[in-house]
């Protein structure tokens, strides 16, 4: 099983920055692809930003060039560098790692961190 936690989440201003952090942990040992997801209270969970294992990023075009995902999947490790937010970036924000095992994809997610922008 693989466990992951996140960090960073809070309240900011528009404007303003945050910085989330996600540590997998666990059965870590061929991970595909990590990324960070988010859900706004009555809405679906939509992808924010992904980067695999040969760190190859992908963004939705809403946070292109306002948000930076880094990452190192050696060492589990997955950030979310968030830059000049917009109350529309309020949402709960989910970190998701892939990882094969036995020739099979298996997805995990951590528990979810809350991202408040104000106006």
């Known amino acids: 099983q693989v466990q992951l936690v996140e960090s960073g989440g809070g309240l900011v201003q528009a404007g303003g920055s945050l910085r989330l952090s996600c540590a997998a942990s666990?059965?870590?040992?061929?991970?595909?692809?990590m990324g960070w997801y988010r859900q706004a209270p009555g809405k679906q969970r939509e992808l924010v930003a992904t980067?695999?294992?040969?760190?190859?990023?992908n963004y939705r075009d809403t946070v292109k060039g306002r948000f930076t995902i880094s990452g190192d999947s050696a060492k589990a490790t997955v950030y979310l560098q968030m830059h000049n937010m917009k109350p529309e970036d309020t949402a709960v924000y989910y970190c998701?790692?892939?990882?094969w095992g036995r020739g099979v994809l298996h997805s995990y997610w951590g528990q979810g961190t809350q991202v408040t922008v104000s106006s």
């Open positions: 980067i695999s294992s040969d760190g190859h990023t």
């Open positions: 666990g059965s870590i040992f061929d991970i595909a692809q």
């Open positions: 998701n790692v892939d990882q």
